[in-house]
């Protein structure tokens, strides 16, 4: 009987787990749709794509992996090998960002490299040390251009630690210092509410300011979402991603006509690939 009663126990449990899966809402932002993106598959040299810039032919992507200090030049339309530039030795890096004029690129513990003489044989870095206390990890960089700065988003930052915040570091591109104070913090529960979902933690994965509607569209690989908040960090509008679609949601750059790319590392046996989706005004 008690194996019965167990049974039945599980079954249940089961059909709710599904329920709660095939319950969840999910949408897209105005001017996308995420059930329709051109999808570009990515050679075996970059399974581990993570932080990833439109240049400006929007042709080529540059982008980086999470394993060596190289920056990748991605031709999407063309099958051969990928042009890169070692700028220094391997390492766990996460993104990339540009102001149009230099390129920094950002290591998990929030050390910033400035890249200099990309698309030469000199390429190097100069590596700016991140000065916050306690253990951090980073996956985040963005160029803000109103405040001149890099942005970068804990991913999991002790300063967190059940405080139900995400916190934002800048780094001034005009004195090539980091700020003293946070840039901002992004509440946490107003991203609960807006999917109807309990979070611990908001681990950002990759972020870009959108080129027409000056907010910023921030990807969270480990809570499958896309969150957009203002410049100050305030939460605007929260999707859940579709596991199908968003295998690992590690990168995000736009075209500046408003087209959005999402970068996927390889996952659960599927190649890794970049998505585009058309920006409809």
């Not at 993570?50 to 540059?62: K, N, R, T």
């Not at 570091?169 to 946490?188: C, L, R």
């Not at 921030?218 to 679609?245: F, P, Y």
Request: charge should be negative.
């Amino acid at each position: 009987m008690r194996i019965r009663y167990f049974v039945i126990f599980l079954l249940l449990l089961s059909c709710n787990q599904f329920k709660n899966r095939q319950d969840k809402n999910f949408t897209s932002p105005k001017g996308y749709d995420f059930r329709e993106s051109s999808r570009f598959y990515v050679r075996q040299s970059m399974q581990e794509i993570s932080g990833i810039v439109l240049a400006p032919d929007e042709q080529h992507i540059l982008a980086i992996n999470d394993e060596q200090g190289r920056v990748f030049s991605l031709d999407i339309t063309a099958n051969k090998p990928y042009t890169s530039w070692k700028f220094d030795k391997s390492g766990d890096y996460e993104d990339i960002a540009t102001n149009g004029k230099d390129w920094m690129v950002l290591k998990s513990n929030g050390h910033l490299y400035e890249v200099t003489g990309l698309y030469s044989d000199s390429t190097d870095a100069i590596s700016y040390k991140f000065t916050g206390g306690g253990k951090q990890e980073f996956e985040t960089l963005y160029f803000d251009s109103a405040r001149n700065s890099m942005v970068m988003i804990c991913k999991n930052c002790e300063v967190d630690k059940g405080s139900g915040k995400t916190t934002a570091y800048g780094f001034n591109m005009g004195s090539m210092e980091f700020d003293e104070k946070p840039v901002y913090q992004i509440n946490i529960e107003d991203i609960a509410k807006l999917t109807d979902t309990k979070i611990a933690q908001f681990k950002p994965s990759a972020a870009a300011i959108h080129p027409i509607e000056k907010r910023l569209y921030i990807v969270a690989a480990v809570n499958r979402m896309l969150v957009i908040t203002d410049l100050n960090g305030k939460v605007l509008e929260a999707h859940n991603l579709k596991h199908s679609i968003f295998r690992q949601p590690e990168g995000i750059t736009f075209a500046p006509n408003g087209d959005m790319y999402i970068s996927n590392e390889a996952a659960d046996e599927a190649q890794a690939n970049i998505l585009k989706f058309k920006y409809h005004h």
